[in-house]
């Protein structure tokens, strides 16, 4: 009993793993996965797509504190503004 249960189990979930836990799909096929580039050519697109994603990031965070502080500017002279008007 005691070597009977373990051994078993161990069957049980140890064969026919492929048809019981398969996930259709789960990994990416071939041309879906990154492929490594080797040529030159290949090595220095990637490269520029490289480069210009993380530009492209730079100047979304840069407009966005633009944004943020065109916000701030413009809260702060509302506030100054009914500062003066209160004042008077």
Same mark, same amino acid.
């Not at 140890?14 to 996965?33: I, K």
């Not at 490269?47 to 965070?61: G, T």
């Given at each position: =009993? ?7 189990? =161990?069957?049980? @979930? ?8 398969? /996930?259709?799909? @789960? ?19 990637? /490269?520029? *797509? ?8 730079? =100047? ?16 702060? *002279? *509302? ?5 003066? /008007?209160?004042? *008077?």
């Amino acid at each position: =009993m005691y070597l009977a249960f373990p051994i078993g189990w =161990m069957y049980y @979930f140890g064969t026919n793993l492929d048809e019981r836990f398969r /996930v259709p799909d @789960f990994w990416p096929t071939a041309e879906q996965s990154h492929k490594i580039p080797y040529e030159r050519e290949e090595i220095k697109a990637e /490269v520029e *797509r490289i480069q210009s994603q993380i530009r492209q990031r730079e =100047m979304r965070r840069k407009e966005e504190t633009d944004k943020l502080l065109n916000q701030a500017k413009e809260a702060f *002279r *509302r506030d100054e503004g009914a500062a003066q /008007v209160e004042a *008077r």
